[in-house]
């Protein structure tokens, strides 16, 4: 407050109506990435036939949110990573990296990428690959090697750092890539598959990393054919089809309005009742020594409820079962589907 | 420059932990060392034998290790996809090529010093006489091998490693005898004296870098002639460092 006192105090009566320049940046900060319309066509190198990998794909990444890149293969997921690292370049449309075009070296700067089955130069050991990205991005030697030491041992191969690559199994390979990622302290990290090759346990590591990363602020993009954990990650997804997007959302507000069914958690139900619910079209299962009620809709809960209360029967729980991501994935592929046949 | 050296460290490492590399070095050895066998064949001309030999051995050697092993080195990274995590970080295209280019480059560099200290050790154990003259004969064949490098990292930013050892030996073996080419120019019909006239300026003139004639009668290398060659060496070798980052950068990694 006293800092915007003094900066009026300074400023002539005649700039009274014109922002300062910091003001103006906190108000409109430019967004991470930002894809506008995107097309991406290859040709066909025997046929010269064009095809169209991505058609017109445009989205913005806020800063520090998880955004999943989902849909089947060919969708388009691994063309506009590509373009957005710099590798391709777009057929029409643009993409900004922080105000930035992808090809222009300094976008990349803190930027941390996990290509899909990573695959690095296996003549190196885990220590002296890192030594080399840790050149590339510029880090002076006494940090790069601190950093590689900390990060080989935060994600469990400390003990294999100067073992060659080519020793290494996919699980251990797939550790590298994300350590050679988080190398540069990366406000962006864009990680096409990263769960693919690990193990439960080097998933629920990776996974309390990105966690700890976006608690950092750091900005990440995946690509996931484990929808799981993509729901369970992700603030935002977009699904991706024949290279345009489907859908893109909030992971709750994909899935809010998706009630899938309501259960009914019971102390006991006699096996007529059982049968009886069962006629209706209900499902009653028991569980251990509880019985569970799966019914279709909210009206259907109503009239169900009411019959059970009339027959004297206790309700312990009454819990809507909503979608689950890889549910409304399936539905969403499914629509698009049914609607271009 | 650092990432460009960086790249260039690790095409050194990759390229010396090649166990062909071993083999490149311990035949260039076999070879020096067994030029004394023959010497005594050449009626007192020994010395000149084994100078003649030695420099002709590291030289063919050391290209060999430029074009055979020079030729897969991008195709490698493109097929095993280890290029697409590099080029994801902060370095240009070009900054990449160079930095192979180096590698590569100095890695032959090196076979050939090394194999020419082991020369001027034999001669000097066996002649008592050291034969500092080869070191200009030497400097040629850097400034060769460097060409012959760029030549193959030009081949290799667009086509196949068999067509980029193809068309390297090719222009290697053509470039020394581009003078000749000229020579069957000047006798052919105006069109195919065009064409060659062409050939001829695009192709390097390698046999400026071969002073083995001179330094096996004990001349030594001019320094005028040394100038001429490195400033010739110089621009050919970054003429083809452009064509083939023009060529690398439009490349689209699918």
């Known amino acids: ?341 | 420059m650092t990432r460009t050296l960086a790249i260039a460290q690790n095409t050194l490492r990759e390229v010396a932990r090649e166990r062909v590399v071993l083999v490149l070095a311990l035949f260039g050895l076999m070879l020096l060392m067994g030029s004394q066998v023959l010497s005594p064949l050449a009626l007192g001309e020994g010395r000149k034998v084994v100078i003649d030999f030695g420099l002709a051995g590291s030289s063919f050697l050391a290209t060999i290790l430029c074009v055979f092993l020079g030729s897969s080195l991008l195709h490698k990274e493109l097929e095993r996809r280890t290029v697409y995590a590099v080029l994801a970080k902060p370095i240009r295209r070009e900054e990449f090529l160079l930095g192979k280019f180096l590698g590569l480059w100095v890695t032959a560099a090196m076979l050939l010093g090394g194999m020419a200290v082991i020369l001027l050790a034999v001669v000097t154990v066996a002649y008592h006489d050291t034969p500092w003259q080869i070191l200009g004969a030497v400097g040629l064949n850097l400034v060769e091998l460097g060409i012959v490098t760029a030549v193959v990292v030009f081949f290799s930013s667009f086509t196949t490693p068999a067509l980029t050892a193809f068309f390297a030996v090719a222009a290697t073996v053509a470039g020394h005898f581009a003078e000749d080419l000229r020579y069957f120019a000047s006798q052919g019909t105006p069109g195919i004296r065009a064409m060659v006239e062409a050939a001829y300026w695009m192709l390097p003139h390698l046999d400026l870098f071969n002073a083995r004639g001179l330094v096996v009668h004990g001349a030594s290398v001019g320094v005028e002639r040394l100038l001429y060659a490195f400033s010739y060496g110089l621009l050919y070798v970054i003429g083809m460092l452009i064509l083939a980052g023009t060529i690398f950068r439009r490349r689209e990694f699918r």
């Open chain 1, 1 to 341: 407050m006293s800092q915007e006192r003094d900066e009026s105090r300074r400023r002539p009566s005649w700039m009274a109506g014109i922002k300062p320049r910091h003001a103006l940046a906190e108000v409109d900060p430019l967004p991470l990435l930002k894809l506008d319309a995107v097309v991406k066509t290859y040709r066909d190198p025997m046929t010269l036939k064009p095809f169209t990998a991505v058609d017109g794909v445009s989205l913005t990444l806020e800063r520090g949110e998880i955004f999943g890149l989902l849909g089947p293969n060919g969708a388009g997921k691994t063309s506009t990573i590509k373009m957005i690292l710099g590798l391709t370049r777009p057929s029409r449309g643009t993409i900004l990296i922080e105000g930035r075009d992808p090809w222009d070296p300094d976008a990349r700067r803190k930027l941390g990428y996990l290509p899909e089955n990573p695959c690095f130069y296996d003549h190196l050991s885990a220590v002296e690959y890192l030594d080399l990205v840790g050149s590339l991005f510029g880090i002076r030697a006494e940090t790069r090697r601190a950093r590689s030491q900390a990060l080989l041992q935060r994600l469990g191969l400390g003990a294999h750092a100067r073992k060659p690559l080519r020793k290494f199994s996919k699980g251990m390979t797939q550790r590298v890539g994300v350590a050679q990622a988080l190398l540069n302290e990366p406000n962006f990290l864009v990680l096409d598959e990263p769960m693919s090759g690990l193990d439960p346990i080097g998933r629920s590591e990776v996974k309390q990393i990105l966690r700890e990363e976006r608690e950092r602020g750091t900005t990440i993009l995946m690509s996931s054919h484990v929808l799981a954990e993509t729901e369970s990650l992700c603030d935002r997804v977009a699904i991706l089809h024949g290279g345009r997007v489907l859908e893109v959302g909030s992971v709750k507000g994909l899935l809010s309005s998706g009630v899938v069914e309501w259960e009914i958690g019971l102390e006991s139900l006699t096996p007529d009742r059982a049968l009886a619910l069962r006629a209706q079209g209900h499902r009653a299962d028991s569980v251990g020594t509880r019985w569970v009620v799966r019914v279709g809709s909210e009206s259907a809960l109503q009239s169900v409820l009411g019959e059970l209360v009339r027959a004297g029967i206790k309700i312990g729980s009454v819990e809507p079962r909503r979608e689950s991501l890889e549910e409304h994935f399936v539905r969403a592929l499914g629509a698009r589907r049914e609607g271009s046949l």
